[in-house]
């Protein structure tokens, strides 16, 4: 049966049931998932549901399901409109209003409300960076994961010290519109103390990026992701290197689940053999006993 006939007859048994009064099921009887009852009775026997079918098929004969006259305009503007969006100079355009919101509203506050020179470690006071310049660490979270599960990569992250290995968001919380709503979620997963309500809590030295393009880049569909890349060439200094035509890259490797960033790194090492990923992966390991 057509689509179109199966609305039909649909609506026909609906006519018929209007007709006739419907179908009732005394008060109190409880219908299964099998349309059985708890006392093995069928909801609605074999011959009225053969009765039904016969008159809905004779009725889908007699209705049609009018044709949509713009589906053939709305089908070529979802297309047009997909590859508007998907569009380098559109993604560029995303990322520039991105990049001036993250500049002039989300990154400011962070540095007036946590002043305290203790509060954050400066990327140029860390130590020498394990990566060599071309390599790159992304965690890829979103806030719908447990707020410990993040502060638990915020934490390794800043045991790291290394200012290539880099916490990833697709995008702002709740829109572009509601920055106070990023900026809480930003403030819980980075504070040292949860507990901490004053306006200079100590806060974790680790790089977070609102940066939807890397999630496309490296096809992140599922989160928590660790994504360590080789052989990174950025074209624009300060620009996304989720971005084809500003950044190429020669290998990457992913591995997705919760578990600790040091032993993600030792999983992806075992297939890449790289002494900069067994040394970080060490470093965090011993940050946790110092």
Same mark, same amino acid.
């Given at each position: 049966?057509?689509?179109?006939?199966? #609305?039909?007859? *649909?609506?026909?048994?609906?006519?018929?049931?209007i007709a006739n009064g419907g179908v009732s099921v005394m008060a109190g009887t409880e219908i299964n998932s099998d349309n059985t009852c708890q006392d093995g009775m069928t909801g609605i026997s074999p011959d009225v549901t053969s009765v039904l079918g016969i008159r809905a098929e004779k009725q889908s004969?007699?209705?049609?399901?009018?044709?949509?006259?713009?589906?053939?305009?709305?089908?070529?503007?979802?297309?047009? #409109?997909?590859? #508007?969006?998907?569009?380098?100079?559109?993604?560029?355009?995303?990322?520039?209003?991105?990049?001036?919101?993250?500049?002039?509203?989300?990154?400011?506050?962070?540095?007036?409300?946590?002043?305290?020179?203790?509060?954050?470690t400066s990327m140029k006071d860390r130590a020498e960076s394990r990566l060599s310049k071309n390599e790159r660490i992304y965690v890829f979270v979103s806030s719908s994961m447990p707020i410990q599960t993040i502060r638990n990569y915020a934490t390794a992250i800043d045991k790291a010290r290394d200012p290539k290995v *880099?916490?990833?968001?697709?995008?702002?919380?709740?829109?572009?519109?509601?920055?106070?709503?990023?900026?809480?979620?930003?403030?819980?997963?980075?504070?040292r103390d949860s507990s901490c309500d004053s306006i200079n809590c100590p806060m974790f030295s680790a790089n977070l990026e609102i940066d939807p393009l890397l999630f496309r880049r490296y096809r992140i569909t599922e989160v928590p992701s660790v994504v360590y890349a080789s052989n990174v060439q950025l074209f624009t200094p300060g620009g996304s290197e989720g971005i084809e035509g500003n950044a190429s890259v020669g290998q990457f490797y992913k591995v997705t689940g919760d578990a600790a960033l040091d032993y993600n790194l030792e999983t992806i090492n075992s297939h890449v053999h790289e002494k900069s990923l067994e040394d970080l992966a060490e470093l965090i390991r011993k940050g946790y006993y110092q």
């Open positions: 049966m057509t689509f179109k006939r199966m #609305i039909a007859a *649909v609506t026909a048994m609906l006519i018929y049931f004969e007699q209705l049609s399901v009018p044709e949509n006259k713009h589906e053939k305009w709305a089908k070529e503007k979802a297309v047009e #409109i997909t590859a #508007i969006y998907n569009s380098p100079e559109f993604q560029k355009r995303v990322l520039d209003e991105t990049e001036r919101l993250k500049k002039e509203i989300f990154n400011k506050p962070i540095e007036e409300y946590y002043t305290d020179s203790k509060s954050i *880099v916490m990833v968001i697709r995008g702002f919380l709740n829109g572009m519109d509601d920055i106070n709503s990023t900026m809480a979620f930003v403030s819980r997963v980075l504070v």
